[in-house]
């Protein structure tokens, strides 16, 4: 596991009668680019290698020999943690693969908050969970009236479903509105429910996107990609350069997923909203300060304490959360495209930086957590 400190709690809440701990001290080497002979030469690896006791290298690693059924990686929640987890899979998959096979390698999910109301506490393992416990507290004693001009209501669950899909909603809204370079589109497309294949085998659907962005300035061409019988829209204006929708960003997961959470919410995303509990009112003009207003509310109920670290916890809090068998929750390391996984490990670890930097290129719209 990371770090001396994380290590000291994990030694102190183990349960010795069969969990081992190992510290490792700062980043291991990075064995896709390393000599086997300069990776046998580092300190953190050899004792990584003793501590498993299989041996490594063609002639010697025998996987019979390993000393424990799981070998559990645990690293902090953030850029650094995420850095040491891909170094160790790296280790494990190109020097110890038959162990990744036998699903013998897991990584740990520790909790990232713990909150507290009263002498009541709970741990919450990533962003979604504690943003759907913080709305469930918030709207157990609030309704929303939507804009609808029909006094709809909402409230209880209904309300924190709405509430969590709206969320959901603006994060995957704001993510294709950088791909596409304006919202404008992107609404479009949705008031179009533009999802499925056959709609881009005739123009009709493309046209009606077409003819509500020229009305936005924009200019527009539609083309028929002959090889794949399908068409495609382009569109550009004086501030933004061309653009083009076509299959390949119709039938993306994070568009498809959009226009389902579309779905879900076009029938109460409608602004001004208006809040109310114990007879006072506040009314709310758009969707995102109605979630950070809810997001406050219930904030307000509790103690939040946000784990950068594994450090941070002391040693019962690591037990309960992380290492107890009876309530951890690991995450199985396996290789379902062998091929695919060899490819990225090649790509992203290796010391041939062109293919690293056009895999950048390629994703940096979807990056989640950057460090600068």
Do not use: C
Not at 81 to 86: A, E, K, L, P
Request: hydrophobic content about 40%; charged content about 35%.
């Amino acid at each position: 596991m990371e770090g001396d400190s994380a290590g000291g709690s994990a030694k102190q809440g183990r349960d010795r009668r069969y969990q081992a701990i190992l510290p490792l001290r700062g980043k291991i080497l990075n064995v896709e680019k390393a000599r086997f002979d300069k990776m046998l030469s580092h300190e953190e690896i050899r004792a990584l290698i003793t501590a498993l006791g299989t041996g490594i290298g063609k002639d010697d690693f025998d996987a019979a020999k390993l000393r424990y059924s799981k070998i559990i990686i645990m690293t902090d929640a953030d850029v650094d943690g995420s850095h040491i987890r891909t170094l160790l899979l790296t280790f494990f998959y190109r020097q110890m693969p038959e162990l990744v096979e036998r699903g013998h390698v897991f990584i740990a999910q520790p909790p990232l908050y713990l909150i507290k109301k009263g002498k009541s506490m709970r741990y919450i393992r990533d962003e979604k969970e504690f943003r759907r416990e913080i709305m469930r507290r918030a709207t157990e004693d609030h309704t929303v009236e939507v804009g609808d001009g029909k006094k709809t209501k909402l409230q209880g669950g209904d309300l924190t479903n709405f509430l969590m899909a709206l969320a959901e909603y603006v994060e995957l809204f704001d993510k294709l509105e950088k791909r596409l370079g304006d919202a404008r589109p992107l609404n479009a497309l949705l008031k179009a429910e533009l999802g499925k294949k056959m709609e881009l085998e005739n123009s009709d659907k493309l046209e009606s996107v077409a003819k509500e962005l020229k009305a936005e300035g924009f200019k527009t061409a539609l083309r028929l990609d002959e090889e794949h019988s399908l068409y495609t829209l382009t569109l550009s204006s004086e501030t933004l350069a061309e653009r083009t929708i076509d299959w390949d960003l119709i039938s993306s997961a994070d568009y498809k997923r959009l226009l389902d959470l579309h779905r879900r919410v076009r029938d109460y995303d409608k602004p001004p909203f208006v809040i109310a509990t114990n007879g006072t009112q506040l009314t709310i003009e758009d969707r995102r300060q109605l979630l950070e207003h809810v997001m406050a509310l219930g904030k307000k109920a509790f103690t939040v304490q946000r784990f950068k670290g594994l450090g941070e916890m002391n040693p019962d809090q690591l037990w309960q959360t992380t290492m107890d068998a009876e309530q951890r929750t690991l995450l199985q390391v396996k290789v379902e495209d062998q091929v695919e996984a060899d490819s990225i490990f090649t790509v992203l670890m290796g010391d041939v930086v062109e293919p690293r930097r056009q895999f950048i290129e390629d994703n940096a719209l979807d990056v989640k957590n950057l460090d600068i």
